[in-house]
């Protein structure tokens, strides 16, 4: 089970940090992304970071401004967004997978496990 919060209204150029904590997963190869949702459009990745090891993703869209941070003790995982921008504005929806690779991991429909999702608006 996934548990997305942090989400809030923000003005342009704020930051804002997201956390997901993630019960129930166990295993060596998870996979936990962030992916995020406006209206009209498709749900599209974010940033994913494995669990145990192996280097963290970004869509090209958010390199440089979001961060992903993993804390294993916590079983939590942290979207940390700065700069943000209106066209960041959607849900954001935190997921995991068992064995993704390099590959894989941008794709949401190799995601099983989905969170409730967490509303993010940010004004100009």
């Known amino acids: 089970k996934l548990q997305a919060s942090g989400g809030g209204l923000v003005q342009a150029g704020d930051s804002l940090r997201l956390s997901c904590t993630a019960s129930?997963?166990?295993?060596?190869?998870?996979?936990v992304g962030w992916f995020r949702q406006s209206p009209g459009k498709e749900r599209e990745f974010i940033a994913a970071?494995?669990?145990?090891?192996?280097?963290?993703y970004y869509a090209d869209s958010v390199k440089g401004r979001f961060t992903i941070v993993k804390d294993n003790a916590k079983n939590t995982m942290y979207l940390q967004m700065n700069g943000l921008k209106t066209e960041d504005t959607a849900v954001y929806y935190c997921?995991?997978?068992?064995?993704?690779?390099?590959?894989?991991?941008?794709?949401?429909?190799?995601?099983?496990?989905w969170g409730q999702g967490t509303q993010v608006t940010v004004s100009s």
């Open positions: 997921a995991a997978a068992h064995g993704l690779i390099a590959s894989t991991v941008r794709d949401r429909g190799r995601y099983a496990y």
């Open positions: 129930g997963l166990t295993g060596s190869s998870v996979t």
């Open positions: 970071i494995r669990r145990f090891g192996g280097s963290a």
